[in-house]
């Protein structure tokens, strides 16, 4: 039975450990390798993503997990999803398009729009979508350039704003002084996988540089897109990073383009079909400055500008109805500029003052959005914003007790009112083997232009001459932007010096969630809506690590998520209640590394996910009154890698031969969205890599 978490007991606690007495902040009781969880592979665990400054996991307020390079290289995951998927309240799936991302959530988007993606602390998340990437891909970073990974569940708006909604993911990634030389990567396998990987990074003086490329073709694992459509993926990434004193830049590009699909209608003799070919690129520059004054000031920025340029959305829902959305377009551009000190009067204190400016287009693709000569609703299709927050962390006891307070504003413009996003947060570390935690913040979540102003068909029949919809896109130009509220608590405990466990509870309440609502017949008019019943969310998560030896370590997790609704009986405009959908109650991770034996290591990394259920109107068999149930599933995955006995220059750089295996169990039911097509999972699948490090 699940804990209930109740607000008075959080607030009688940081009372009572605020009234402890006040030495500064300097002064550590003990260092933070030896607090709270252990690292898998020994490293030491910082974060930035949970208040801007990197800190010791042991002192972030949050429930915070850190995947390092040395996870990554040990992992059996091939991309940065596989490797979330075995993160505790960390949900991934596969729908028709990309893999979907939640942070101990539920809905139905498949953009992973209330999640905020960072790459080195910059915002990426689409200005269109609200998620990264657009449409189908094998991921949206290279991993042979990560240097960790962090994952902060909860909402994170009070320094972040809008995405940061169910939690903020920031990939950090390597510059030349991590790598002081090169790697080439060569995989290849089923589902016609074949990727070419290349870094080069150096120290130059007092600066760096890094020069990284990839090449990729294969099958999405999904089994319209590889069985039924017989379509591919292919496309590159490109990063180059130059560090020189306290500045950095870089430049991120990406690319890819899928085969189509045609696939036979519903009724004989007509298709469901999408453009030949879709395909996308993107830019993103990012300039980052950081400059430590004096003991007591320091100064940070980052400004970083993306561009894309690609297919409609409606090349895949809508190819039949306009010629023109086969087209490649500008999708238009995102400005964002954070500025921010840092400064400790006392001690005691820590303040961090930011302030944010944001310009976003929506770019060239209007012939597929709501635009503003056709209609008298107001239409804003870009928008400049400013924003502007404050945080304090604040030691107590000797540092033992950590307080940290927050918020941001974030002012009105062309499309929203302001918001305003405070938290509050406590870390008491009694001794030094135990980590306290407990918190409270909100989030909110702005509707991105595809949500406001989609004017498309969604589904259409192709005749040949002519073509008719069966389902189409309506805009609602006054949706409003979701809230949410939440409480957590928290412990980390090292049991040995050798196995830590770390607990946490969370309890969230949702509101004005966006849904998708289908209305009207001939054809079916699709619309987001915010729905007038509110959502909650209980759950928690329990993980231990463990490190007998340096040549094992292993975690195992278990998430628990239970859901509800405030009335069954507040409905949408359709009728439907809130659904909550695609949020398994239960999940179980195990993680087990093992090596070198002989230059030999291997992982064996499962998966355990409860039944889900997904939306009613796609349930035919009940006539879309009641949701629809995903089974249970388990998938398997192993690794195992040979180091040979020589190397390129010096130690530790060699040849690597790896051998992954997917799905062992060879489940071949596994759907992870509920869709009257095809999304079946595929069956087992092998792959082999070459690694050279020189």
């Known amino acids: 039975m699940m804990l209930k978490i109740c607000k008075p007991s959080i607030l009688a606690m940081v009372l009572a450990l605020a009234a402890l007495p006040s030495p500064p902040l300097g002064a550590q009781s003990g260092t933070s390798s030896g607090l709270g969880e252990i690292a898998l592979f020994g490293e030491e665990l910082t974060v930035q993503a949970a208040t801007k400054t990197e800190i010791p996991i042991s002192k972030a307020p949050g429930s915070v997990s850190v995947i390092t390079a040395q996870q990554i290289r040990e992992s059996g995951a091939q991309t940065i999803p596989e490797l979330l998927r075995l993160v505790a309240g960390v949900n991934v799936r596969w729908n028709p398009m990309v893999q979907t991302i939640d942070i101990r959530g539920f809905g139905e988007n498949p953009f992973t729009s209330r999640v905020l993606l960072l790459i080195d602390g910059v915002p990426y998340n689409s200005w269109n979508k609200g998620g990264f990437p657009q449409h189908p891909g094998f991921d949206f970073f290279m991993l042979q350039n990560i240097k960790r990974i962090e994952i902060l569940r909860g909402p994170g708006s009070a320094l972040y704003g809008e995405n940061a909604y169910w939690g903020v993911i920031n990939i950090v990634s390597i510059s030349g002084e991590d790598l002081e030389g090169g790697k080439i990567r060569l995989s290849g396998g089923d589902l016609l996988s074949q990727s070419v990987d290349v870094a080069y990074g150096r120290t130059v003086g007092n600066g760096s540089f890094l020069v990284s490329g990839r090449l990729f073709r294969g099958q999405l694992p999904v089994r319209f897109w590889f069985d039924e459509a017989d379509s591919e993926v292919q496309g590159s990434d490109i990063q180059l990073k130059g560090t020189i004193g306290d500045v950095e830049l870089s430049y991120y590009r990406h690319e890819d383009d899928v085969d189509g699909f045609d696939m036979p209608g519903f009724i004989p003799g007509t298709r469901f079909r999408s453009a030949d070919k879709i395909s996308q690129s993107i830019d993103i520059f990012a300039l980052k400055f950081s400059h430590k004054w004096n003991d007591k000031i320091s100064f940070a920025g980052d400004a970083s500008f993306a561009q894309r340029d690609g297919s409609r959305c409606a090349a895949c829902h809508a190819a039949p109805q306009n010629p023109s959305f086969s087209d490649t377009v500008d999708h238009g551009s995102q ?278 259920l997904g939306p009613s109107f796609w349930n035919f068999a009940t006539g879309g009154t009641q949701p629809g149930v995903l089974d249970s599933y388990t998938l398997l995955n192993m690794k195992v890698s040979w180091d040979a006995p020589f190397h390129f220059g010096r130690a530790g750089r060699g040849l690597r031969l790896s051998i992954y295996g997917k799905n062992l169990l060879d489940q071949d039911d596994i759907s992870e969205t509920f869709l009257p097509i095809d999304l079946r999972l595929s069956e087992r699948t092998v792959y082999g890599a070459v690694e050279i490090l020189f």
């Not at 400064?343 to 820590?350: L, N």
């Not at 849904?515 to 915010?530: A, E, I, K, M, Y």
């Not at 195992?556 to 405030?566: F, I, L, P």
Request: aromatic share 12%.
């Open 335 to 612: 400005l964002i500029g954070d500025f921010r000190i840092n400064w400790r009067p006392t001690d005691r204190h820590d303040i961090l003052l930011g302030l944010e400016g944001r310009r976003v287009d929506a770019g060239a693709h209007t012939d597929e959005l709501l635009r503003p000569e056709d209609t008298t609703a107001k239409v804003v299709l870009d928008y400049t914003k400013f924003a502007a927050y404050a945080q304090d962390q604040i030691a107590f006891a000797d540092d033992r007790f950590r307080l940290t307070l927050g918020a941001r504003f974030d002012g009105s413009n062309d499309l929203f009112d302001s918001e305003i996003s405070p938290r509050l947060a406590a870390v008491y570390t009694p001794n030094d083997r135990i980590v306290l935690r407990a918190g409270w913040s909100t989030a909110f979540r702005f509707p991105n232009f595809s949500e406001l102003y989609q004017n498309s068909w969604f589904l259409g029949l192709d005749f040949g001459p002519f073509a008719t919809p069966i389902q189409v896109f309506q805009p609602n130009p006054e949706l409003e932007p979701e809230e949410i509220r939440t409480i957590d608590v928290g412990a980390d405990f090292r049991l040995t010096p050798t196995t830590s466990l770390k607990v946490d509870l969370f309890q969230s309440k949702v509101k004005n969630f966006m849904v998708l609502t289908f209305n009207g017949s001939g054809p079916t008019r699709l619309q987001v809506q915010n729905h007038p019943d509110d959502g909650e969310l209980l759950g928690g998560e329990v993980e231990l690590r463990f490190r007998p030896s340096d040549k094992f370590t292993g975690v195992v997790n278990y998430s628990y998520q239970e859901t509800s609704r405030d009335d069954a009986s507040i409905v949408a405009s359709d009728g439907r209640p809130l659904e909550l959908v695609y949020a398994p109650e239960n999940k179980i991770n195990l993680g087990a590394y093992f090596g070198p034996f002989a230059g030999f290591r291997g992982s064996v990394e499962a998966q355990w996910r409860d039944e889900r």
